[in-house]
């Protein structure tokens, strides 16, 4: 696994501040990529907290919270001595990450059965196409990979987006990093799981990378991170890609016109950017991500009217995109109005009729207008948006013969359903990216905490619901996780849970000279039962997802060792609401004394007795059945066999040498 874990990053990239652009003519479009920054990263072991800002417009920023261990190498690193080379697949969409932060993070504690749980939650959806994230060390390792749509339904596998595994650190690769990996060596997906795994062996390698591209919107992103071997640490790049949106207004008798107003609307219909034309009618919309839904808005001015629609749609999926419009000067007479609802706030794409026949929709600031409205008696009608009902509607108006004039404030006030809402907390802190459900009149609907724990549910009918709260990785629901509300003419905004933090029982075993006692057995008791533990050979054992509450923990002294005086077995540990690493105090054993095997003396011929010695039996030397001595028969029966077998040879070389001799003499 890469060890060339460099410093924190000194300075950060600043985030990528979304503005209202001046008019700006329109430039030579061209497709940028950027690599993401951290802004912020802070915490201790068991506890960090950051933001990470996704390159690109309109700003996309999300609010992180990781249970990672801390030391070896945590937190930003700077990504001068570790990045990802123009010649990986990724690099060659996304350009080189040389010198652009990334953040490494380790497992809940250094165990097998201890993975941490790091989770993104974006301030705003992720746009479906345009960036990409890459998991890096990947070896000795696994992640679990799962994310939450802006609708509280999990991504399926493919909507992940995984594009593939490859090796940072592969000889022949141009402009890589100075670490030595295998082209061979990457990680394999298994959709079924949503895992990334690393090589078959658990080997501690370097440069091993998988890289996604997600093609559905994101609310919360969570990888869970899970030792195999060793003391693994994994790294994390985000990415994007952003293009241009430009275009002409031109009047349909005068030519190009500066000074018109064009708005950039984005899918969620939030105004993103807004610029006048300037240069002959031109403007540009410079660096927005990647992706389709974008809707550009003219905004005619005074006196003027598009000829043709005032919106066009601005895909940026996989080129620049063009909206050119065309205006005209209003023939009178004109009808004009707005649509808001009680607080104000303009009521965006409602269809608005006159007399049945013909529409138009509101625009941004919810107005519209018809040109060339006939002379007679009219009546101006809206179609709400689904949760609004009309709450005042203008009378009926009259357009008299041989009149110019304009007729304006035909206006609507609509009143916006009920909202229902609360907040998900745990130890008093906003808990983002959990999945909430409402049951009610109109089915289930779906939706996850923003990144200070906060949901709302809009425009909901007035009726009886069922709000379920679904406790995220890490978590378990502290009280009910189902309530009952009713639902009338007021919002409900205090419809809250509490969450728990997961805990993780943690402890070593070792000798009273602190070497590791491998293999022995360590049983924490559970609500479900006891659970039986194997110490690795550092002699560390753990059980992660432990709900708050107290639990036993008893060692079985293995063979070979014993308990020293004042020593124990058993030992109770708590664990919190606030899911901090609860550590069992060590396990000490004492390594039992092997008696040494004295060795057996001897006696000789010379000196038949044998010396005393009270490790040795009193009979030693004789002969079980008859108690006689024995060394004098082995002595004999010994000389025996050595004449017996000299005389053998000797006879085999008499034998040979007279052979010889008579071959030499001819015989």
Same mark, same amino acid.
């Given at each position: 696994?890469t060890?060339r874990?460099?410093?924190?990053?000194?300075?950060?990239?600043?985030?990528?501040?979304?503005?209202?652009?001046?008019?700006?003519?329109?430039?030579?479009?061209?497709?940028?990529?950027?690599?993401?920054?951290? &802004?912020?990263?802070?915490?201790?072991?068991?506890?960090?907290q950051?933001?990470?800002?996704?390159a690109?417009?309109?700003?996309?920023?999300?609010?992180?919270?990781s249970?990672?261990? *801390?030391?070896?190498?945590?937190?930003?690193?700077?990504?001068?001595?570790?990045?990802?080379?123009?010649?990986?697949p990724?690099?060659?969409?996304?350009?080189?990450?040389?010198?652009?932060?990334?953040?490494?993070?380790?497992?809940?504690?250094?165990?097998?059965?201890?993975?941490?749980?790091?989770?993104?939650?974006?301030?705003?959806?992720?746009?479906p196409?345009?960036?990409?994230?890459? %998991?890096? +060390?990947?070896?000795?390792?696994?992640?679990?990979?799962?994310?939450?749509?802006?609708?509280?339904?999990?991504?399926?596998?493919?909507?992940?987006?995984?594009?593939? !595994?490859?090796?940072?650190?592969?000889?022949?690769?141009?402009?890589?990093?100075?670490?030595?990996?295998?082209a061979t060596?990457?990680?394999?997906? +298994?959709?079924?799981?949503?895992?990334?795994?690393?090589?078959?062996?658990?080997?501690?390698?370097?440069?091993a990378?998988?890289?996604?591209?997600?093609?559905?919107?994101?609310?919360?992103?969570?990888?869970?991170?899970?030792?195999?071997?060793?003391?693994?640490?994994?790294?994390?790049w985000?990415?994007?890609?952003?293009?241009?949106?430009?275009?002409?207004?031109?009047d349909?008798?005068?030519?190009?016109?500066?000074?018109?107003?064009?708005?950039?609307?984005?899918?969620?219909?939030?105004?993103?950017?807004?610029?006048?034309?300037?240069?002959?009618?031109?403007?540009?919309?410079? !660096?927005?991500?990647?992706?389709?839904?974008?809707?550009?808005?003219?905004?005619?001015?005074?006196?003027?009217?598009?000829?043709?629609?005032?919106?066009?749609?601005?895909?940026?999926t996989?080129?620049?995109?063009? $909206?050119?419009?065309?205006?005209?000067?209003?023939?009178?007479?004109?009808?004009?109005?707005?649509? %808001?609802?009680? +607080?104000?706030?303009?009521?965006?794409?409602?269809?608005?009729?006159?007399?049945?026949?013909?529409?138009?929709?509101?625009?941004?600031?919810?107005?519209?207008?018809?040109?060339?409205?006939?002379? !007679?008696?009219?009546?101006?009608v809206?179609?709400?948006?689904?949760?609004? /009902?009309?709450?005042?509607?203008? $009378?009926?108006?009259?357009?008299?013969?041989?009149?110019?004039?304009?007729?304006?404030?035909?206006?609507?006030?609509?009143?916006?359903? &009920?909202?229902?809402?609360g907040?998900?907390?745990?130890?008093?802190?906003?808990? /983002?990216?959990?999945?909430?459900?409402?049951?009610?009149?109109?089915?289930?609907?779906?939706?996850?905490?923003?990144?200070?724990?906060?949901?709302?549910?809009?425009? %909901?009918?007035?009726?009886?619901?069922?709000?379920?709260?679904?406790a995220?990785? *890490?978590?378990?629901?502290?009280?009910?996780?189902?309530?009952?509300?009713? %639902?009338?003419?007021?919002?409900?905004?205090?419809?809250?849970?509490?969450?728990?933090?997961?805990?993780?029982?943690?402890?070593?075993?070792?000798t009273?000279?602190?070497?590791p006692?491998?293999?022995?057995?360590?049983?924490?008791?559970?609500? *479900?039962?006891?659970?039986?533990?194997?110490?690795?050979?550092?002699?560390?054992?753990?059980?992660?997802?432990?709900?708050?509450?107290?639990?036993?923990?008893?060692?079985?002294?293995? /063979?070979?060792?014993?308990? &020293?005086?004042?020593?124990?077995?058993?030992?109770t540990?708590?664990?919190g609401?606030?899911?901090?690493?609860?550590?069992?105090?060590?396990?000490?054993?004492v390594?039992?004394?092997?008696?040494?095997?004295?060795?057996?003396?001897?006696?000789?011929?010379?000196?038949?007795?044998?010396?005393?010695?009270?490790?040795?039996?009193?009979?030693?030397?004789?002969?079980?059945?008859?108690?006689?001595?024995?060394?004098?028969?082995?002595?004999? /029966?010994?000389?025996l066999?050595?004449?017996?077998?000299?005389?053998?040879?000797?006879?085999?070389?008499?034998?040979?040498?007279?052979?010889?001799r008579?071959?030499?003499?001819?015989?």
């Amino acid at each position: 696994m890469t060890r060339r874990i460099g410093a924190a990053v000194l300075a950060l990239l600043g985030a990528s501040a979304l503005a209202l652009t001046a008019a700006v003519p329109a430039a030579s479009a061209a497709t940028t990529s950027s690599w993401a920054a951290w &802004p912020t990263f802070s915490g201790a072991s068991g506890s960090y907290q950051g933001t990470m800002t996704l390159a690109g417009q309109p700003a996309l920023t999300a609010a992180l919270t990781s249970d990672s261990v *801390g030391g070896g190498g945590v937190g930003v690193i700077s990504g001068a001595s570790t990045w990802l080379a123009a010649s990986t697949p990724v690099g060659a969409k996304y350009g080189s990450s040389r010198d652009q932060p990334y953040l490494n993070l380790r497992p809940k504690a250094n165990n097998a059965a201890s993975p941490s749980t790091t989770t993104y939650s974006f301030a705003t959806p992720t746009p479906p196409s345009g960036w990409t994230f890459v %998991l890096g +060390d990947i070896d000795a390792d696994r992640v679990t990979v799962t994310a939450i749509g802006p609708d509280g339904s999990a991504l399926t596998p493919d909507e992940l987006g995984f594009n593939g !595994g490859f090796n940072y650190c592969a000889p022949g690769l141009a402009g890589k990093p100075s670490c030595t990996g295998s082209a061979t060596d990457v990680p394999t997906w +298994d959709p079924a799981t949503q895992v990334l795994r690393g090589n078959d062996a658990a080997a501690d390698t370097a440069g091993a990378a998988g890289w996604f591209e997600p093609s559905a919107p994101i609310s919360s992103l969570t990888f869970t991170f899970q030792q195999r071997l060793g003391a693994p640490v994994y790294q994390t790049w985000f990415a994007s890609i952003a293009r241009d949106v430009t275009g002409t207004v031109t009047d349909q008798t005068t030519g190009p016109l500066d000074g018109v107003g064009v708005r950039l609307i984005d899918r969620d219909s939030r105004v993103v950017a807004s610029t006048t034309t300037a240069g002959g009618g031109a403007y540009t919309f410079a !660096g927005y991500f990647a992706t389709d839904g974008y809707t550009v808005q003219l905004v005619p001015p005074t006196g003027k009217i598009a000829d043709g629609p005032a919106r066009a749609a601005a895909d940026l999926t996989d080129a620049d995109a063009v $909206a050119d419009f065309t205006v005209r000067d209003i023939v009178p007479v004109a009808v004009s109005g707005t649509a %808001l609802d009680t +607080d104000g706030v303009p009521i965006v794409g409602a269809t608005v009729t006159i007399d049945g026949a013909g529409s138009v929709t509101t625009d941004t600031d919810g107005n519209y207008l018809f040109d060339t409205v006939p002379v !007679g008696d009219h009546t101006v009608v809206i179609t709400p948006p689904t949760g609004y /009902a009309v709450q005042t509607a203008p $009378a009926s108006f009259t357009v008299p013969v041989g009149s110019e004039t304009p007729i304006t404030q035909q206006d609507f006030v609509l009143v916006a359903n &009920p909202s229902l809402g609360g907040v998900i907390t745990s130890g008093g802190v906003g808990v /983002a990216g959990v999945t909430v459900s409402v049951d009610g009149p109109n089915g289930v609907e779906s939706a996850v905490t923003a990144a200070d724990g906060s949901y709302r549910f809009p425009l %909901l009918p007035a009726g009886s619901y069922e709000v379920s709260v679904v406790a995220p990785e *890490g978590y378990v629901v502290s009280g009910a996780a189902t309530r009952a509300e009713e %639902l009338a003419g007021a919002d409900l905004d205090a419809v809250d849970f509490e969450l728990a933090r997961l805990g993780t029982v943690i402890g070593d075993v070792r000798t009273d000279t602190d070497a590791p006692v491998p293999a022995a057995t360590v049983t924490v008791t559970t609500p *479900g039962g006891p659970v039986a533990l194997t110490t690795t050979a550092e002699g560390s054992y753990g059980l992660a997802d432990l709900a708050p509450g107290s639990y036993e923990v008893t060692l079985t002294v293995p /063979a070979g060792y014993s308990v &020293p005086a004042g020593g124990a077995t058993t030992a109770t540990v708590v664990v919190g609401t606030d899911g901090a690493v609860q550590t069992v105090p060590t396990f000490v054993l004492v390594a039992d004394e092997v008696a040494p095997v004295p060795p057996v003396p001897t006696a000789t011929p010379s000196d038949p007795a044998v010396p005393s010695n009270p490790a040795v039996p009193s009979n030693a030397g004789r002969l079980p059945s008859t108690g006689a001595d024995a060394m004098p028969w082995i002595v004999a /029966a010994g000389a025996l066999f050595v004449l017996g077998a000299a005389g053998v040879v000797t006879a085999a070389v008499l034998r040979r040498r007279r052979a010889n001799r008579d071959e030499l003499s001819g015989e």
